[in-house]
């Protein structure tokens, strides 16, 4: 049985009281997820900045 599947099982088990924080807590990994991603790409533009901005580059992109 894939994870997915028993983790469905269990929701079914649990009191409806308890469904909101689980909720919120999947919204939380996402959120996290995102972050991460977007934390990346922020780390790969600082270093890929010295290279855009070379004068080579203006030349190379002026035409579009």
């Given at each position: ?15 409806e009281?308890?469904?909101t924080?689980i909720?919120d807590?999947i919204r939380f990994l996402e959120?996290k ?6 934390g ?10 010295k ?14």
């Amino acid at each position: 049985m894939e994870v997915k599947e028993l983790i469905l099982k269990e929701i079914e088990k649990i009191p409806e009281q308890y469904l909101t924080e689980i909720l919120d807590f999947i919204r939380f990994l996402e959120t996290k997820a995102l972050e991460e991603r977007m934390g990346t790409a922020i780390i790969s533009e600082t270093s890929l900045k010295k290279d855009w901005l070379k004068p080579e580059e203006d030349e190379a992109w002026q035409d579009l």
